[in-house]
């Protein structure tokens, strides 16, 4: 994107239908002579009333920012504005719009997600009333590097169970815990790279404990300078 003088922005639409979930990224944002500064990015509903809208600055990692677009009201046209908040004209800026990742979750197996810019997962999986759940997000790479990628776990009917929780390389990722799940359905994991960060990560439903209470020691590494770990136990009330 591109803005044709001082305090000017620029304007696109998407076309999307009612219950859509995707995610809107800005990155790459530049301003003629290189100046620092922010504007707003906002998308607007096919009635033409605000759907959400963010601040981005050139300051953000990659010079992003991001939009989550969750179950789209209406079926129609869909208006993205880039408000420019009186700085130079916009040089350089990039938008990606894309569907959230899908896909089923299996207890004890690792599903492994690679997401591109502004993209979020929101895989499923059938819970039981009463029964507990572990998320454990891990093996995280963010380009830019060392970004949070926040995750929840969402009900059936799409409001927050559990979460949002913070994760990212340098502790290898965290895991969210619910002791008893409240309805029996499909469940989702949405998970999002902080400022519309490219992101690869696996994520396993009930994962196998790395500690072993009175069980054998477990050695740790971590990959690079200022890297740490995380690891889980099973354990009883």
Known sequence: ITSPATGYG?????????????GLSLTGLTFAGGVYGDLYL?????DGTLLQQVLCRTSNPGAGCNLVLTNLPLTGSYMVYVSNNGYPAITGGTLT????????????TAMSLSLRNGQN?????????GQPATIRFEG???VPANL??????LKPDGTVLSGPVNGSSLLNGSEL?????????????????????TATLSMTLNPASEL????APVNITSPATGYGTSLSFNATA
């Open 97 to 108: 719009l894309s569907s959230d990742k899908t896909g089923t979750l299996t207890s004890g």
């Open 121 to 129: 997962a929101r895989p499923t999986f059938a819970g039981t009333a």
């Open 148 to 153: 949070n990628v926040q995750v929840s776990i």
């Open 140 to 142: 995280i790479t963010t």
């Open 42 to 46: 906002s998308v607007n509903k096919p």
């Open 10 to 22: 620029t304007s696109l639409s998407f076309n999307a239908t009612a219950g859509q979930n995707l």
């Open 212 to 215: 072993a209470i009175d069980g």
């Open 177 to 197: 815990y619910v002791a008893s799940l409240p309805s029996t359905g499909t469940y989702s994991v949405l998970a999002t790279p902080a400022y519309g960060a």
